[in-house]
């Protein structure tokens, strides 16, 4: 539960944090966003998330307001003020309060929120029964409309993937791209094991990961062959095993895509073997959030 939000340098109580309902953010999804995780006192590769949002920023011609510094110190000052340790944290930068129009000229100053809140597994037993998944026919935003990787507020891609899995009785929606390639989960990475080696889509079709990043650390560091490669869905109905990735859904296995078994249709041992180091690692590293 959060007491405390960060609003443009002030922490509001949670019924007292509202913005404008002139902000592009709302208008217009004009801004970017960071899921980040902390565990344990720290928060998990904070560096990457604000590299991410403010490479994003610039991408759509946002400039901060803040410094990359101040940015994460005000995530640090939200997670103290709330006395977390371990939370999912939800900075968002936007364009801020313009007129009806959509010209981001008319958006003087840009508005800063943060939230941090208790949120534990996000998919409660299914880390262990493993995600019924569906793939869908919507496709991901082409890089060349609105690039994957920029973490935007415009959501509703994945949104449109989210309820399409939903209506289909699915948990979690796969992805293709406007090439028949896959690309991701709704709010999650991808990666595909068939005989040992693990795949998952290239970067510029989908959100380049975090979580995604630190599964490629640790397949190194378990000598575990992973390599970028376009997919089909035949490689999907033929895996060994499946899993998504993200910080919100952390490392989780798929089961099921479109009614047919992965694998035996229980997670898979290099699965579960990812999933424990992510666990390891997630509460051994990180930024500290209170001082010593
Ligand atoms: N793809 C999409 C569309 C996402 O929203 C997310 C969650 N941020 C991810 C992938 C995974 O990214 P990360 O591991 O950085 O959370």
Not at 65 to 78: G, H, N, R
Not at 224 to 243: C, G, R, V
Request: net charge positive.
């Amino acid at each position: 539960m959060a007491d405390y939000i960060y609003i443009d340098g002030k922490f509001y109580t949670k019924e007292n944090a509202k913005i404008s309902v002139y902000d592009h953010g709302l208008l217009y999804g004009d801004g970017v966003f960071e899921g980040i995780r902390a565990y344990n006192g720290r928060v998990f590769r904070l560096d990457e998330h604000i590299d991410r949002m403010f490479d994003g920023a610039k991408a759509i011609m946002l400039k901060p307001p803040v410094t990359k510094e101040e940015m994460k110190e005000i995530i640090l000052e939200t997670l103290r003020k709330n006395n977390l340790k371990d939370a999912y944290i939800r900075p968002v930068m936007t364009r801020g309060k313009g007129d009806l129009g959509l010209d981001p000229n008319k958006c003087p100053k840009p508005t800063i929120i943060c939230i941090a809140e208790t949120w534990g597994a996000m998919y409660g037993d299914l880390y262990e029964k493993g995600l019924n998944a569906i793939t869908v026919s919507i496709r991901r935003n082409a890089p060349q409309t609105l690039p994957p990787n920029i973490k935007s507020l415009n959501y509703l891609n994945n949104i449109l993937a989210k309820i399409e899995a939903n209506v289909k009785g699915g948990n979690e929606a796969i992805i293709f791209d406007i090439n028949g390639n896959l690309s991701e989960g709704s709010g999650d990475n991808i990666f595909v094991i068939k005989n040992g080696q693990i795949r998952t889509p290239i970067v510029e079709v989908n959100l380049k990961g975090v979580t995604r990043g630190a599964v490629f650390d640790l397949t190194k560091q378990l000598k575990m062959p992973l390599s970028e490669a376009d997919m089909s869905y035949y490689d999907l109905y033929t895996a060994d095993e499946i899993f998504v990735t993200g910080t919100a859904a952390e490392l989780c296995p798929v089961t099921k895509v479109d009614g047919r078994e992965v694998g035996n249709g229980k997670p898979g041992p290099m699965t579960k073997k990812l999933m424990a180091a992510y666990k390891k690692l997630t509460q051994t590293t990180g930024t500290p959030i209170f001082k010593k």
